[in-house]
Each structure stands twice: as structure tokens, then as C-alpha cells.
């Protein structure tokens, strides 16, 4: 229906450099230089409390927000080639903020606040044109977690448990003429395919949004299972309905020979597993995706996925991956108009939804997809 090329390309290339400057203080440096442009990821001072307060560390800098477990665990250790659409389209990343965390024997907790995203060129501009030109406030995001862990540090089975809460206002990391406007949007699962089928466009009369997050998640020697629920709201001016998007995955994973699912406590996430055989190990992951990005008259579209992954550990350092994917969008799903999304009556392909003669269930550009990824990390 929309021609979508092959391809291959560098996901990523990451230069990390982390120091312990005394017993309490920390740094870190993270840059990203995939496919020859420079990104900023981490840029972090921390300090670890001691004695009472031990388990108490507090940082400032640029980093991700403490919200979901799928965007703040370390892409090294993802169990798919690539996060769930709805993680990426409403989970908050990097920015630059402050925030202190507390890891209890049982549980874990994390809040701060959040203002722009600091990432390269363009978005630097943006910031800069918007504070010269207008004189506009960059805007904050109030951010904060709760996880249960019953079990402790227990190694071999346990159980995560959480909530997350974020208020959210317009920021200025966006160019001058979208301020105050909100737009959601996802790539469907592949940095290959450049299409956005999923895109609300610009949603005028933006006041501050509201997402929260609920995440479920265990593991047991070998299994582990992981799904997230994440709700956003938009709240409008001019007494405008509120807006609600949102989305939830589900995954499980399963190392065929004998391995150990890590669970890192103190992250409140999963680490790359431990090997069963001296020559590595293979986990099979299995995981079903939705998002919906269609309420009020706003039509982004909605879309859901069935991925299969075959994961092979060779080392430490060495992850081989494969996926199997199969999308499904819906009508709306037409990435803002330039994408195909059925057949009119008279048969020929349309990208305008109310056009389409296809029934409930059959319109919408659906397909699979194949991808291979070579990991090192050292």
C-alpha cells in the first residue's frame, strides 16, 4: 500500500565515561554518534548519601526521567530490537532536570523536577529563538515514581510493582510556531522505515498534560514478564474537552539454556541476563504492543503490534538479535495525511479515512517486518 526500502544502519555508537570523584560523588559523560551525527545523552553529577541517609543518592544534569522501566533501562539491555510504540510515543526521555531517589529493603521511590531536553543543533535554536523572540519560560515537568519489591534482593524471583505520576507543561525545546501546541507521534517499531503512521499533528490551545504509568513486572530463574499501561491528558484553554491517549504493552522472555533473568534493584529494571553454558545462551521474547492516539475528533491514528524476538548471548559484550514483527494500523493511522490507508468505492487507494470503503478491521496499512541487529558493548 506505502512502499517502505530496506535498509541497514548504525543504531547506535555510544562513547560513555563515568567517574567516581570522591566516596559520595559521581559523574558521567554519554555521547551518541550514530550514523555521523553527534547527540548529548547523559550528562550527570550525583551524590550518594551516606550513613543514615544511606540509599538516598540525589543528581542534576541531563538524564531520563524516572517513568517507565521500557525507557529507562539501557537500550544494551533491551530484550527487543526496539521500545514498545506507546513507550515511545508518551514516556518522557532525557531532560535536563534534578531529582533524588531512595532505595528502600523492599521498595524503591524517585521524583524531580524537569525542564528542557538538551540534545543537539536544532533543538538548541528552538530553545534560544523562543527565549530571544518571545521572551517564553522554558517550561517544567514534575516527575515521580513509586515501586514495590517484596522480595527484596532476592536473585532468583521477584516482583515489580509501580506507579508513576507526571504534570507537564509546554516547553520551548520546540520551534517558535508550536509553542503551546502538543503533537504525539511514533515510529512503528524500526529507525529503517522513516514513515509516521502514527501522528496526531499540532493540537492547539495546549495548557499541561497529565500522564501516568502503571508497570507489573517479575522474574523467576530463567522467565521474566514485563507490561506497562501509561494514560496521558491533555488539558486545553478556552474550556476545551480534555484529550486521552494512550497505550500498554505486555512481553515475556525465556533462556533456553539455563540462564538467569538479573533483575537490578536498585534501577528498578532488568540488566542483559546471565549466561547458562560457558558458550552463552538464547532467549526467546515474545511481546504485544498497542497505542491509540484517536479521541474527541484528534484521529493520530491506532495500531498495534505481535513481535518475536530470538536472542543470542555469545558474551558479556556480544548480543546478537532478531525480530519478527506484524503491525496492524487502523484507518487513521495515515501519518498526517500522506500515507495510504484503503480503497475508496470506486477502488482505488485513499488517504483520507472517511473515504475508505474498506470494513472496520480490514483498512489501514498493514504489514511485517524482519530486522537483525550485532551488539557490542564494552
Known amino acids: 500500500m506505502n512502499p517502505i526500502g530496506d535498509g541497514f544502519s548504525i543504531r547506535r555508537a555510544r562513547f560513555a565515561v563515568k567517574a567516581n570523584l570522591t566516596k559520595n560523588w559521581s559523574a558521567e559523560l554519554d555521547l551518541n554518534v550514530s550514523n555521523g551525527a553527534l547527540e548529548l ?106 515501586v514495590l519489591q517484596p522480595f527484596g534482593n532476592n536473585q532468583n524471583y521477584g516482583i515489580h510493582a509501580a506507579y508513576a505520576y507526571s504534570y507537564r507543561t509546554p516547553k520551548t525545546s520546540v520551534a517558535p510556531g508550536e509553542y503551546g501546541m502538543a503533537r504525539y507521534s511514533t515510529r512503528s517499531l524500526s529507525s529503517i522505515n522513516r514513515k509516521k503512521y502514527l501522528d496526531t499533528d499540532l493540537i492547539p490551545k495546549f495548557d499541561h498534560e497529565v500522564r501516568s504509568n502503571i508497570e507489573f513486572a517479575g522474574v523467576y530463574h530463567g522467565f521474566g514478564f514485563q507490561s506497562e499501561m501509561i494514560n496521558t491528558k491533555i488539558f486545553r484553554k478556552d474550556n476545551l474537552e480534555k484529550l486521552n491517549f494512550g497505550g500498554f504493552y505486555t512481553q515475556v522472555t525465556y533462556l533456553l539454556f539455563g540462564g538467569k533473568q538479573l533483575y537490578d534493584k536498585a534501577q528498578g529494571e532488568f540488566n542483559q541476563p546471565g549466561r547458562g553454558k560457558k558458550w552463552g545462551d538464547v532467549e526467546l521474547a515474545l511481546r504485544y504492543d498497542f497505542i491509540n492516539l484517536n479521541d474527541k475528533g484528534i484521529t493520530g491514528g491506532s495500531a498495534e503490534d ?60 498493514d504489514y511485517s517486518q524482519l530486522g537483525i541487529r550485532c551488539e557490542l558493548t564494552f
Open 41 to 146: 545523552e547523559d550528562a550527570i553529577i550525583q551524590y550518594n548519601f551516606t550513613n543514615f541517609l544511606k540509599g538516598l543518592n540525589t543528581r542534576v544534569g541531563n538524564f531520563k526521567e524516572q517513568f517507565s522501566m521500557a525507557q529507562t533501562s539501557s537500550s544494551r539491555y533491551l530484550n527487543f530490537m526496539e521500545r514498545p510504540m506507546m513507550v515511545n510515543a508518551f514516556a518522557p526521555s532525557r531532560h535536563l532536570g534534578w531529582d533524588a531517589t531512595y532505595n528502600g529493603s523492599f521498595f524503591l521511590a524517585a521524583g524531580g523536577i524537569f525542564f528542557q531536553e538538551v540534545k543537539d543543533l536544532e533543538t538548541l535554536t528552538f530553545v534560544e529563538d523562543n527565549n530571544k523572540d518571545f521572551g517564553r519560560d522554558q517550561g517544567y515537568s514534575l516527575t515521580g515514581k513509586f
Open 306 to 365: 505481535y513481535t518475536a524476538g530470538l536472542n543470542f548471548y555469545a558474551s558479556k559484550n556480544f548480543k546478537l538479535q532478531i525480530n519478527y514483527s506484524y503491525l496492524n494500523h487502523d484507518r487513521y493511522a495515515n501519518g498526517k495525511g500522506k500515507l495510504f490507508v484503503g480503497y475508496d468505492v470506486e477502488g482505488k487507494l485513499t488517504k483520507i479515512p472517511s473515504k475508505v470503503a474498506d470494513p472496520t478491521g480490514k483498512s489501514g496499512h
